[in-house]
């Protein structure tokens, strides 16, 4: 396995070459940008809020210094850090920050440097966290802020803006589990109307007052730093919504590759957003009250009502988006270890990352429901937002830059300076949004510090029962030595037994109570170990090894099944995959019989964790899905053997 092992570990990425079809461009706009694609409607909105606890005094010199300040966040932080740098980090193709915890905790143990892989990874575990808070916020503000365009509209409508936010995203989970294959093709042409839409609007908007457009040179954006730093400072709190959705194009990136991604983002998204908040920038210099919907009254009377109802569609794909994201990294952190077996189901044959996770959706459906209501608007939401985003993209530069130095050997002076600087930035805005933590930017961070002690708690727990498994299983070859020296040897019945073990080094306790208590056992017995591999998938070519245990005729195997974090794991795919020379005899997959061993686990006295967190780990256990359903087994053929254990 030794191909396996290395896959997607190169010193330096491998560009992927070849032409870019214009439908995978299209397609990546429907699903990558839907996020950063609608945070024109409420940005500059909630920069000049005059309800905000910092509220930024409408100016000519301040209109011109946030529409300067929010261009050049977005070439940073979005175009030089994630598209040009970020996104050269990639694990076999695919992107995201449990992408880069798996490449620095399989580098960092190969490397002999254990401890730093774990202070990084549970740096990116926290910012995964993160990611789930983003995934509940972003569907509440998203949707919110286009409904409240209907306010533009008609103002007695206003008592009707939060049922109708409700309806949309109550349907809009309610649908999840049929997935986004159906759907997903009409998202591209959607978002591509959309950024024409607001491209236009903002022309016209730069029409009106073409002086907005000195806002592009670097000098406003510093005078307004440096200049009104008791304003700016507070300012880059709701400046940071302009680049929301950064960490959604990195993990979308196995989707649709880096270049894809790059071309959508230089030639569509990036003059559409930046067009829109000059447009919005000069509206304000020319009629200050508009500020208070600048996005939606830059349209004309007449299509103000089909650009609310094309918001509308925008803000629930740059939710799908999201929430796609949040059953992908929920299921790969399942994958890794830090939750428990989730019930995982593909919604297409054709795309694997079109998962659906039906106890995230539910957690979500609710939370996102709470959100809408406690905070009934989008401005108040923003408080909470913009937490989420800085702490992500942080910690993302973070281990990024820590890749770059110690395994593409970037001299430490530029990691330093160039990447120092870049640090610098994301800690400004970072530091902006702590000051509204009593205004609602707490939620967020207590979303991810619960869910940050969930998954350390089930990786410590699962560590504490691997333990006590191993000394109630026993030594395998030990096992396997006394079947084959037992006198009399042992009846042995006929057909295939699978017994599902978690590796090779002790036996399978349902193996083991079968042998001693009924002292039989299967004509064919095959040992599976189910293992996840650091890469997102394994070939089929590399899924399977198969040991004798040190006896070629005993009918006895060991079988390894590598599966990528990504992947769901498939015993009887698997089974298929193995060599009739190889397996000791010819095994019957469509009547093998099935074996798992189910613990049940209790609290116990040693001080191997915290009671609170014992408790915590035991409830956890509770969610997770039936083995039988995981592995993809018949259930009427599968065997479940219980088993005590202690924490």
Sequence with gaps: MARCANRGAD???????????LAIVVAALGVVFGDIGTSPIYTIQTVFNPADPHPVPISTDNVYGVVSTIFWSVMIIITLTYITLVMRADNDGEGGIMALITMLR??????????TAVMLAALGLFGASLFFGDSMITPAISVLSAVEGLKTVEPSLDAWILPITAVIIVALFAVQRHGTAIVGRFFGPIMILWFTAIGACGVAGIIGHPEILKALSPTYALSFMFGHFHIAFFALAAIVLAVTGAEAIYADMGHF???????????????????????QGALILGDESKVSAPFFLLTPDWARLPMVLLATAATVIASQAVITGAFSVASQAAQLG??????????????????YVPSINGILTITVLTLVFAFQSSAALAYAYGM??????????????????????????????????????????LAANLTKLVHGAWLPLLIAIVAFTVMRTWERGRILVSKEREEAEGSLREFIDEIACSEPPLVRVAGTAVFLNRGKKTAPLAMRANVE??????EQCVIMAIETVPVPRVPDSERVTVDSLGYAKDGIIHVTANYGYMETPNVAGALRLLDPEQ???PITIEGASYFLSKLELSRGKAKTMPTWRKRLFIATAKFSTDASNYFGLDQDKTVIMGERLEI
Excluded at 257 to 279: D, E, N
Excluded at 389 to 406: C, D, P
Excluded at 517 to 522: A, D, E, F
């Design 517 to 522: 208590h009924n002292h039989v056992r299967h």
């Design 257 to 279: 590759s880096r270049k894809p991604i790059m071309l959508g983002w230089l030639f569509v998204v990036l003059p559409a957003c930046v067009l829109s908040y000059f447009g």
């Design 106 to 115: 399989r580098w960092n143990v190969a490397d002999g440097r254990r401890r």
């Design 11 to 21: 010193v330096h990425p491998t560009p992927k070459t070849g032409p870019v079809r």
């Design 583 to 585: 397996t000791e005899g």
């Design 338 to 355: 830090y939750l428990p077996r989730l019930r995982v189901v593909h919604t297409s044959a054709k795309a694997y990352g079109q998962v």
């Design 388 to 429: 989420t985003v800085t702490g992500t993209i942080t910690i993302t530069t973070t281990l990024f830059l820590y890749i770059a130095h110690t395994r593409w050997r970037t001299p430490l002076w530029i990691v330093l300076g160039g990447g120092g600087a870049l640090i610098l930035i994301d800690l400004m805005f």
